[in-house]
């Protein structure tokens, strides 16, 4: 059974920085497009970054504006998202999805972790 936990999420001034993590166990780490989305308080869930199996290969939303940047470990399983220059907007609970498509739509996700929150304050 694949599993994901995420960690790292809290609390930040606007113009500061979080660095959230994704440990994926129980499947083949390597197979699996990796995906951060995020969903604020009675709003959709929209992708933040995704990045290929390879790492080669990277979706960024919008918003990102080089602000953010996911990067994968292979030989830990591990993803990250490094959020900079945080604003009050990006306010939201961060899910961490893997799946076997490189994709820009949840649905394509299988797998999903439990949400980590990050709050941007001041």
């Known amino acids: 059974q694949v599993q994901l936990v995420e960690s790292g999420g809290g609390w930040a001034q606007p113009g500061g920085s979080l660095r959230l993590s994704c440990v994926v166990s129980g499947g083949s780490f390597t197979s699996y497009a990796v995906a951060w989305f995020r969903q604020a308080p009675g709003k959709e869930r929209h992708l933040v970054l995704a990045i290929h199996t390879s790492g080669q290969g990277i979706y960024s939303a919008d918003f990102v504006k080089d602000r953010f940047a996911i990067s994968r470990d292979n030989a830990t399983n591990t993803v990250y998202l490094q959020m900079n220059d945080l604003k009050p907007e990006d306010t939201a609970v961060y899910y961490c999805?893997?799946?076997?498509?490189?994709?820009?739509?949840?649905?394509?996700?299988?797998?999903w972790g439990q949400g980590t929150q990050a709050t941007v304050s001041s």
């Open positions: 999805a893997a799946g076997r498509m490189f994709s820009t739509r949840d649905y394509d996700y299988q797998y």
